[in-house]
Every structure is written in C-alpha cells, then in structure tokens.
C-alpha cells in the first residue's frame, strides 16, 4: 500500500508585549499520513524551543538600543518554516530595526495596526486561542523563516532602537520574559488530490517555560546616575564612576507573565530623589519614593559615627564559626573612617571589653584593635543581655550616628535568659537612638529575640546559615552602612494626604545605597516634598516639588508591593507581638487582591471557588491563618524558624514583587495558579481563572469564547484584551460588573 506524506509547515512566533517588551515564543507542528484508502494516520513531531535567550541593551542619553539573540533547535528529521511576528508595542516609535537569521540579514514588513489587527484576530478566530487578543491595537513586523534544519540550531537576531521617556524625573526601561501560551499559525493550504480527506491532530501547546534568560543593561549618562532599581529581578550592578554603569541578571526557567523593569534617575541636587505613582479612578492611589545621595565618595562630607562590635565567644563559636567572624571584624576595623569612634565588646559568661570606652579610628588603634581580635577564642556560655548592656553604656553623645553591630549564635543561658525582658532592656537602655544590627549564626538562635532587638532599635536583622559564610554576610553588610550621609530621616509631602507608609520608621541614607519608601495616598496633582535629617549633628532639609498621578495605571507594579511590604508588616506584628483577628483577616484580603502567597497563606490556592469568591474572610479561613501564625510565634528556635525569619525581613524590606517563599519549591508550586496582570490578580480556581475583585455577589455576564459577541467586547475594550487572553475560562471584574468568559466544552 502507497502512502503519501504531507507536513504542515511549523510556524515560530515571537511577541513583545505593550510597553513591557514581552517575549513569548511557541512552535508548533502537525504531520499526517494518506493513505490511498482515505484513511488518515497521523504524526505529531516534536516541538521546538528557546535554548537559549539573551538581551543587551544600550541607553545613551535615554536612546535604548535592545538586541535580541535567540537560539532555537529543531530535534526533527525533517527541515521546517516558519513566520516570526513581532508585535510593536503601544506608543513606542521603533527606529533602526535589523534582523538577522545565523548572521545574514533577513527582509522584514513592517504592518500598521490595521493590518496587524486583522491578521491577530484571524488567529484567534481559525485556532480557538485567545492568546493573541492582547495585541490587538499594536503594529507588528513579520518575517518568513525558511528553513530551520533538522537537528540543528537556528539564530535568531534582531536589533531596534526607541526612545525612553522620563517618568515624573524617572526614566524606565521594560522588557518582558514570557507569554501566554500561544497557538499554531498554519500557512495556506497544501494542495491535495481530489477527494483526498485530510485529518488534523488538534493542535499542542508547546512548553510555556523558558531556560535562560541573560539580560544585560549598559548606560551612559551626561548626569550623575542614582535611584537604579528593578522591582522585577536582583540586580547585579557595576557603576564605572557617576555616569556609566552596566546592570545584569540572570535566571532559568522563567515562566508567564514574566517582565523586566529597570528605574533610574538622573537628579542634579545632593540628594537624588524620585517618585513614581499609580492611581485608578477614585481610589487611593499608591507610590514610591526612592532617594539616594547624588555624590561622590571623595567629595562627601564624612558623617562621624560611634560604632560598637560586639561578637558572642562562648563555645558553640569555636572552629570555623569563631574564623570567620575574626575576619568579619576585622574587615569592618579596615574600612573605619579616621573620624570614627569605636570599641570591641566579647561575651560568653563574661563580658571583655578592647578599651573601657570609645576610641578614635585612628591607625594606631585599628592595628592594636585587629590583634585584639586575632587573640579572641571560643568558650563558655551566652549572656546576651550583659553583653547589649555593656555596648549600649558606651554610646553616651547624640550628636553622631550610634551603631551596635551584634553577633552570636546561641542562646542566653547566663545572667538575664528570660527573652521578653532582655528585649525590653535593650530598649529602655537605648538612651541614644543607636541602631542595632544583629547576626544569628547557625540555627540554634532566638529569632524572636534577634528580629525584635534590632526592629525596636532601627536596625535590621540577618541570619547566616551553616552553609553561608560568617564574614562575607557581615562584611557586605558593613559596607552599606560605613559611610552615613543623613540621619534620623523624616519624610513629609505636602499637597495631599499620606498613609500606610512602609517602613514606618525610615532608616538612615549611607552613600552608595538607596532608600525605598512605599506609601498611598488620597488626591493624585502637585505635591511638596520635604526631606530632613542630620548630618555631623547639624539639621539638613531638602525640598523636592513633584506630582503624583490622578489616573495612571502604568506604575502596575507599585500596588503589589505595597501590599507585600505591608503584609510583612503585619506579619511581624503578629509573630512579634501575638495573635490579632484583625491582622489577620487584612493579611488574607491582602494575600487574595494582590496574589501574594507566604507560607501562612499558601492554602488560598486551594480552596474552592465559593469559598474564595466570599464578601467576608471566613472564619475557618482565619483560623487557618492564626493556626500557622501561632505556631510560627511558639517556634523562635531552629532550621525553620530561621528560614521564616529570613522570609519575613525579605517581605518587610521587599523590592521586588517576589518574596523568599515564592522562590522556593513550595512557593512555586502555588504561584503557578496565579498571574497579576496590571492591576488585577487571577486565581484558578476549578478550571477557571477568577479575579480576586470578583465576589459572589458581583453582577455577571457570560460571554461565550469565540462568539460574535466575545470578539465585539474585545474591540469594543482594546484595555481588557490583554485580560483576555489569559484563557478560555476567565471572570473577569470590570467598572460595570464582573464578565464571565466560557467556553462551552468546559
């Protein structure tokens, strides 16, 4: 028996997405057999995927040039075509656009809006997919592929330009890193004898993850560059002086929904400072402020600090631990400024001190400081509170920053154990407002004691597993706060009114760091803001006039972190302080608005649809939430109790819209049935995606998937379409009631 063999050819495409520059890639094929007999057999080929996906990007003088480098692999025995699109986003006026296949340049159409539109909807329309629906209104470029070899590597490479605008003094930069799935976009026809029937497998998605993702930032500046931040990746940063600097991240397995945002000003006062807002209709809007010093380090004007080490020696630190932490102090004992005070205090059942009191930084003194610390060694037991006691003593003027940096890795077993009063000691000895920064080493700490020590004196808290080392934890730590450039900050705006602002009490500005203030407010127009704090002991103020937004949506990001700042806010409250309903039911609303999932809250993706659509937090819901919350409170000592206090410092000082739970296997796991699209947060929940806005008794339409009427609400709401191609089974909550996407196989 004869056969014939037909192959569709395979289609790639790539996407960008509006202003966020999304990246979304799929191929997909579909080979059948005819056989003289009519009867159809078919072969599904393996797809093929990103192996490897790079961006360098260029800014000079707020001129962006992004190239981008894909390689694909075609594992086939056969060679494939393809079309690449690539969706133009909105308001973006393109320049300078190149594209080259395996380094030979490739002729490319660029298609207005209009055309564009017809060739996206068509799409949806033949293949039953709505991914394509957010695109709708943009223009696009399209390129014919031809051919992708069997079982080898294809290169993929274009290059274009734009213009970045300045965003109320900031300029921004955004790429995105992953898409909806998408579907099969077939060519014409192949021609087929007369009464030939033919048979299409339905078409499969192909993988929506991609491996690697290499991004690389290069600017270039005619002003001093401050306030570079990403509240989407880790930033790996290298300033070549003032005006260049090169950023760079990395990461594997990026999933949907994934975007790319970079911030940075270019300010011509002493103290960089910028807001960014996000506002919607009538309700209160939300901000952020970020500020830094716009100096150099030789023309700074060296703040003076008192600083106190003081390092636990009992015997649990011996070996390697009591190494580290010499070198640690030691390190810090280098990098004090001459004009420096400071002092060395080593506990274990006894309290040893380097000098009875403070000394000069001199480099005498340094050097007769460093052998101090190479003769200390491990014995004994723990007193903790003698030790705080004896530091605290020490910093008796108001006049210069006060600092403790404290470090131990046990338990108060000597002197004062009982863990609720060395606390309250700490603070009522505290005559100076000296911040405390506190180091647990290892997992036989009291992070109660730890987390609340350093939260009730303005300092911070960390944590050095046994894994990690002691002195590059330390030693990058003392290099943020070496050099104080204003102290006890207060922040007041002027023009409208100010609530919820995290951190409640801000920290000190050092040089070459950046301080990040989250906040909402009622009224968006002009506003006044007033910076004040001390420097060398004299009152400095400075005074910034800007303007918050009265309906911009385009700072998206800012909502969720806000809100994941706050929940580390109350979450502290709680551990720290105990159990509080009310706490706990905001830290649920919080969690189901902005699809923040922390290990108290991780069950809301499992609970089913009635339950999670409710007007009122249940109270089996609370009481899941206390439960968690109690015993996390109980549990201060240990592995886990360790890793809960690191991911409650990751909420309360988050810049980033991920937290440490999130990043983990478990985290994970529940974000894969989230996506925070703009200003709202789907949850799927029974095979539906439902907004967290949505309740059971919002007014509903339904909207059958592909209908005339579905695609007459897609151009009638160009803004919704990127909601809508979340998928086939969507609720969706709008300003006129909630709309119900369905598809009717469902």
Not at 60 to 81: M, S
Not at 637 to 655: T, Y
Not at 669 to 694: P, V
Request: proline share 4%.
């Amino acid at each position: 028996m004869k056969t014939r063999l037909f192959s569709i050819l395979s289609v790639m495409r790539f996407f960008m997405l509006p202003l966020f520059a999304l990246l979304s890639l799929q191929i997909n094929t579909t080979a059948f057999i005819v056989t003289e007999d009519h009867i159809p057999l078919i072969r599904q080929p393996r797809q093929i995927n990103i192996k490897n996906y790079e961006v360098q990007v260029s800014i000079d003088k707020q001129i962006a040039t992004t190239k981008i480098t894909q390689v694909f692999h075609n594992p086939n025995n056969y060679d494939v075509e393809g079309k690449y699109f690539f969706p133009i986003p909105k308001n973006v006026s393109i320049t300078n656009f190149t594209m080259h296949v395996n380094g030979e340049p490739l002729d490319a159409k660029i298609l207005d809006k209009d055309t564009a539109r017809t060739i996206y909807e068509d799409i949806v329309r033949k293949r039953k997919d709505p991914a394509l629906l957010e695109y709708i209104g943009h223009g696009m470029v399209q390129a014919r592929v031809y051919p992708i070899h069997a079982h080898s590597d294809l290169r993929i490479s274009f290059e274009y330009s734009e213009i970045l605008k300045a965003d109320n003094g900031s300029i921004k930069y955004r790429h995105s890193l992953g898409s909806p799935p998408l579907d099969l976009l077939l060519p014409d026809p192949l021609p087929l004898s007369p009464g030939t029937r033919v048979l299409e497998k339905p078409h499969q998605k192909s993988k929506n993850i991609l491996d690697k993702v290499s991004i690389t930032v290069n600017i270039n500046s005619e002003k001093n560059i401050v306030n570079l931040y990403s509240p989407t990746h880790e930033l790996s940063i290298n300033k070549s002086g003032l005006t260049k600097t090169t950023v760079h991240c990395t990461e594997e397995n990026i999933g949907p929904f994934r975007e790319f945002l970079l911030c940075y000003t270019v300010p011509q006062d002493e103290i960089g400072f910028n807001i960014l807002s996000y506002k919607e209709n009538d309700e209160d809007g939300f901000f952020l402020a970020m500020m830094s010093p716009n100096i150099s380090k030789k023309d700074q004007q060296i703040v003076a600090k008192n600083i106190v080490f003081v390092v636990d020696r009992s015997g649990s630190m011996g070996g390697k631990k009591m190494q580290q932490a010499k070198s640690a102090l030691q390190f810090c004992l280098q990098n004090l400024n001459e004009q420096d005070s400071f002092n060395i205090i080593s506990f274990d059942d006894t309290i040893d001190q380097y000098k009875s009191g403070l000394v000069q930084a001199s480099h005498n003194e340094v050097q007769q400081a460093t052998s101090y610390v190479d003769n200390l060694y491990a014995r004994g037991c723990t007193n903790i509170d003698g030790a705080l006691e004896t530091a605290l003593q020490q910093l008796t003027s108001i006049d210069n920053p006060n600092m403790i940096i404290f470090l131990t890795d046990g338990l108060p077993n000597v002197g004062e154990s009982n863990v609720t009063r060395i606390i309250e000691n700490a603070k009522k000895r505290n005559r100076t407002n000296a911040r405390i920064f506190s180091f647990g080493v290892g997992y036989d700490v009291n992070t109660t004691l730890l987390d609340k020590i350093s939260l009730d004196n303005k300092g911070a808290s960390d944590y050095v597993q046994p894994s990690e080392n002691i002195e590059t934890t330390v030693s990058n730590f003392y290099k943020k706060v070496a050099n104080p450039v204003l102290t006890d900050l207060l922040l007041q705006i002027d023009g409208t009114e100010i609530k919820e602002i995290f951190p409640i009490d801000l920290p000190d500005l050092f040089h070459g760091s950046q301080l990040l203030v989250l906040g909402r407010y009622t009224n968006g127009g002009n506003v006044t803001v007033n910076l004040s704090g001390k420097q060398n002991g004299v009152e400095k103020q400075y005074i910034f006039a800007t303007k918050f937004a009265e309906n911009n949506i385009n700072n998206d990001f800012l909502p969720r972190l806000w809100a994941t700042r706050k929940i580390g806010y109350l979450i502290d409250n709680i551990v720290l302080n105990g159990k509080n309903k009310e706490l706990v039911d905001e830290i649920i609303r919080l969690s189901k608005k902005y699809g923040i999932i922390t290990e108290y809250t991780s069950y809301l993706v499992d609970v089913d649809a009635q339950e999670f659509t409710r007007n009122e937090t249940s109270t089996d819901m609370i009481d899941m939430t206390c439960k968690s919350l109690c015993h996390a409170s109980h549990d201060q000592v240990g592995k886990s109790a360790v890793m809960r206090a690191q991911n409650h410092q990751c909420l309360r000082e988050s810049a980033t819209v991920c937290n440490n739970y999130a990043k983990g296997a478990h985290g994970k796991s529940a974000q894969e049935k989230i996506r925070t699209i703009r200003n709202h947060t789907f949850f799927l929940k029974d095979g539906i995606w439902i907004d967290t806005d949505h309740t059971d008794a919002s007014k509903i339409v339904k909207i059958k998937i592909f209908s005339d009427a579905y695609f007459e609400f897609a151009n009638n709401n160009p803004d919704l379409t990127i909601y809508l191609a979340l998928g086939k089974n969507i609720i969706l909550k709008t300003d006129a009631g909630s709309i119900q996407i369905y598809d009717e196989k469902k």
